[in-house]
């Protein structure tokens, strides 16, 4: 069983920074991508940035800028470095891999193309 586990979601101040793990264990520590998505309530989950095992990095249009996402495979651990925060960031962060690779899935946010999801971390950002 593949289990992805977030940390390091909390509160700050816009103009902040945070900076979110996912920790990926179990039979599969690897993957062709990997992913973060947030939802909002009362919003549908959008894709925040997305990592392919290449390197090859995509961001939706609202962080590009701001954010960062990075993965260790090392460590099988995924990041998402976040800057300059604003309140419409606010959200339930979640990371989630694919167990296929799918390349258009991976750079378009596609959630069926991911298999695994983690509980998420919560992000509150106060204005």
């Known amino acids: 069983q593949v289990q992805l586990v977030e940390s390091g979601g909390g509160s700050v101040q816009a103009g902040g920074s945070l900076r979110l793990s996912c920790a990926a264990s179990?039979?599969?520590?690897?993957?062709?991508?990997m992913a973060w998505f947030r939802q909002a309530p009362g919003k549908e989950r959008e894709g925040v940035g997305s990592?392919?095992?290449?390197?090859?990095?995509h961001y939706g249009d609202s962080v590009k800028g701001r954010f960062t996402i990075s993965r260790d495979n090392t460590k099988n651990t995924l990041y998402l470095q976040m800057n300059s925060l604003k309140p419409e960031d606010s959200a339930m962060y979640y990371c989630?891999?694919?167990?296929?690779?799918?390349?258009?899935?991976?750079?378009?946010?596609?959630?069926?193309?991911?298999?695994?999801w983690g509980q998420g971390t919560q992000v509150t950002v106060s204005s």
């Open positions: 179990g039979y599969i520590t690897s993957s062709y991508c």
């Open positions: 990592i392919v095992s290449d390197g090859s990095t």
């Open positions: 989630a891999a694919q167990k296929y690779g799918n390349r258009w899935g991976c750079s378009s946010f596609a959630r069926p193309t991911f298999d695994y």
